[in-house]
């Protein structure tokens, strides 16, 4: 069994900056690849982050990509995404999650945290 915690959603001002916390437990040693996602009502749920837990290889969506940094303490089992020069269209509930297979934002993500609200105002 599989469960993973997130922490660090909030508000924040347009152009600040917040760090997402997720701790795992439980079945996450064989785990290929930890990643965030992100949601906004009326829309799907898309990927921000993942990072390959055995050597730290990364990929970013686009909008994430030179604002957002993902990286994972494996000592204690914990996976951060760093966020700055954040946007009101940032805002959504991030999820943290864990998957099997390749790593990318197209892995098998099976396991899911439930999620931390950002709200990014302008």
């Known amino acids: 069994h599989v469960q993973l915690v997130e922490s660090g959603g909030g508000s924040v001002q347009a152009g600040g900056s917040a760090r997402l916390t997720c701790v795992f437990s439980?079945?996450?040693?064989?785990?290929?690849?930890m990643g965030w996602f992100r949601q906004v009502p009326g829309k799907e749920r898309e990927g921000v982050a993942a990072i390959y837990p055995g050597g730290g290889t990364t990929h970013y969506r686009a909008f994430a990509r030179g604002r957002f940094t993902i990286s994972k303490d494996n000592a204690k089992d914990t996976l951060y995404l760093e966020m700055r020069s954040l946007k009101p269209e940032d805002s959504g509930v991030y999820f943290c999650?864990?998957?099997?297979?390749?790593?990318?934002?197209?892995?098998?993500?099976?396991?899911w945290g439930q999620g931390t609200q950002v709200t990014v105002s302008s």
């Open positions: 999650a864990a998957g099997w297979g390749h790593c990318d934002l197209q892995a098998d993500f099976r396991a």
């Open positions: 439980g079945n996450t040693y064989s785990a290929k690849c």
